[in-house]
């Protein structure tokens, strides 16, 4: 399955890991949410880099809702993949799961969709190539929801805009 422009899922799809070092804890010995926040953002920007093949910026991260505490010595797996893109913005989504090295087992943490907008050499927005999830079902119904998110986006952003202008 490609894209029109000939980039495969398995092009953009990214996997990182991380160990929970001491300087990525607080007093109580889990990891800081701003350091998950930061890995999160460097693993999507990889996956936005790899769609759009140039420079991309992050342009929003939707709410991130912890779930589990990820504790000092374990290892935090990031997975990430660009669930649509439109013409110069994608959304990638981003599922973080802490592994205890000791067992193996894992345990789903957090989930992460952020909006990313690909730039020229100038810095200015440029086009995408278009987004084709194809005949896999699980890819269509990423790209639904990433447009059912993105509607919500859109009437926030008016909403915040209407409040600054007093309209």
Same mark, same amino acid.
């Not at 996997?15 to 889990?30: E, R, S």
């Not at 005949?135 to 119904?141: C, H, S, V």
């Given at each position: 399955m490609t894209t029109p422009a000939g980039i495969a899922p398995a092009v953009h799809q990214t @996997?990182? #890991?991380?160990?929970? /070092?001491?300087?990525?804890? +607080?007093?109580?010995?889990? &990891?800081f949410g701003g350091q998950i926040a930061a890995w999160i953002d460097v693993c999507a920007a990889v996956s936005a880099q790899r769609y759009s093949r140039g420079a991309?910026? #992050?342009?929003?991260?939707?709410? /991130?809702?912890? /779930?589990?505490? &990820?504790?000092?010595?374990? @290892?935090? &797996?990031?997975?990430?993949? &660009? +669930?649509?893109?439109?013409?110069?913005?994608?959304?990638v989504g981003v599922r973080i799961e802490a592994e205890d090295p000791r067992t193996g087992s894992r345990q789903h943490c957090c989930s992460a969709y952020l909006t990313f907008v690909a730039l020229d050499a100038e810095g200015r927005t440029r086009s995408l190539p278009p987004f084709d999830p194809g005949?896999?079902?699980?890819? *269509?119904?990423r790209a639904r929801q990433a447009e059912e998110r993105r509607a919500m986006r859109l009437r926030? *952003?008016?909403?915040?805009? *209407?409040?600054? #202008?007093?309209?």
């Open positions: @996997v990182m #890991t991380q160990i929970v /070092l001491p300087q990525f804890t +607080n007093a109580h010995g889990t &990891v991309v910026v #992050t342009a929003s991260i939707d709410q /991130l809702h912890f /779930l589990a505490a &990820v504790k000092q010595g374990m @290892v935090v &797996v990031l997975q990430s993949q &660009v +669930n649509m893109a439109w013409r110069s913005s994608m959304e005949a896999d079902p699980e890819a *269509r119904r926030a *952003r008016e909403a915040r805009q *209407r409040e600054l #202008t007093g309209s």
